[in-house]
Nanobody, 126 residues
Framework: QVQLVESGGGLVQAGGSLRLSCAAS????????MGWFRQAPGKEREFVAD????????YYANSVKGRFTISRDNAKNTVYLQMNNLRPEDTAVYYC???????????????????WGQGTQVTVSS
């Protein structure tokens, strides 16, 4: 089992920034690809970004490319999502998720991820 706990959400004005963190415990964090997903009210959960277990590869949804950056610190068992130039349409509950162990390519579907955090709310006001 991998336990995931997100933090860093909050209320921010459009154009502002937030950094989300996701702390992992349980299995060896560095064996898992990590992803961020989000779910807006009345919508399905959608992929945001992911990062490979060896930190070599990242992938972003088109809607956040150039504004969001995913990173991880395997020594701290933590994955981050730096969100800049936030827009009202970024308002959602953000979830981190783990895929693995030892997946050697990134996968971007919700069904591919085995472990999920409880989510953290991000609200962007206009």
């Amino acid at each position: 089992q991998v336990q995931l706990v997100e933090s860093g959400g909050g209320l921010v004005q459009a154009g502002g920034s937030l950094r989300l963190s996701c702390a992992a415990s349980g299995r060896t964090f560095s064996n898992y690809n990590m992803g961020w997903f989000r779910q807006a009210p009345g919508k399905e959960r959608e992929f945001v970004a992911d990062i490979s277990l060896n930190i070599i590869s990242t992938y972003y949804a088109n809607s956040v490319k150039g504004r969001f950056t995913i990173s991880r610190d395997n020594a701290k068992n933590t994955v981050y999502l730096q969100m800049n130039n936030l827009r009202p349409e970024d308002t959602a509950v953000y979830y981190c998720a783990a895929d693995g162990p030892f997946r050697w390519s990134l996968r971007h579907l919700e069904a591919d991820y085995d472990y999920w955090g409880q989510g953290t709310q991000v609200t962007v006001s206009s």
